[in-house]
């Protein structure tokens, strides 16, 4: 669902599967990243990578978990009850958030530009993706 649109941005609601966790996101660009890591792989995680301000958590905060793997940067969280990974702080940006496209809701992937990341040579990838703050 669209909330708002901006001169700047478009403002997006999305969330888990249950509800528990709730966040709106503005998005400044729309260009989502594919990764081919063992983690977005499995998850099917398609990245929108934005900066804190463009971020808010409206509820579920206590129903988020966190799992730490590898260099334990990322702070991947996750929906105590369902289970759904709607967003995370990558170690690549730690000063942003990282959404699940597949976690907004009412948006078509068919009006973004998909790019492909070989996260599975992540340390030799990693200059590839810009910073949304830049």
């Given at each position: 669902?669209?909330?708002?649109?901006?001169m700047t941005?478009?403002?997006?609601?999305g969330?888990c599967h249950c509800?528990?966790?709730?966040?709106?996101?503005?998005?400044r660009q729309?260009?989502v990243?594919?990764?081919?890591?063992?983690?977005?792989?499995?998850?099917?995680?398609?990245h929108l990578?934005?900066?804190?301000v463009d971020?808010?958590?409206?509820r579920?905060?206590t129903?988020?978990?966190l799992?730490?793997?590898?260099?334990?940067?990322a702070?991947?969280l996750?929906?105590?009850n369902c289970?759904?990974?709607?967003f995370?702080?990558?170690r690549?940006?730690p000063?942003?958030?990282?959404?699940n496209?597949?976690?907004?809701?009412?948006?078509?992937?068919?009006?973004?530009?998909?790019?492909?990341?070989n996260?599975?040579?992540?340390?030799?990838?990693?200059?590839?993706?810009?910073?949304?703050?830049?």
């Amino acid at each position: 669902m669209i909330l708002s649109r901006e001169m700047t941005g478009t403002t997006f609601s999305g969330g888990c599967h249950c509800g528990a966790v709730q966040f709106q996101v503005t998005l400044r660009q729309k260009i989502v990243i594919d990764c081919n890591c063992s983690v977005c792989h499995k998850k099917g995680f398609l990245h929108l990578i934005v900066p804190a301000v463009d971020f808010t958590l409206l509820r579920g905060e206590t129903a988020l978990s966190l799992y730490l793997f590898n260099t334990q940067r990322a702070k991947h969280l996750f929906c105590q009850n369902c289970g759904i990974h709607a967003f995370y702080i990558p170690r690549s940006h730690p000063h942003c958030f990282d959404v699940n496209f597949r976690c907004l809701d009412g948006v078509s992937l068919a009006n973004f530009q998909v790019e492909t990341f070989n996260g599975r040579h992540w340390e030799a990838n990693i200059v590839q993706l810009s910073d949304p703050l830049s």
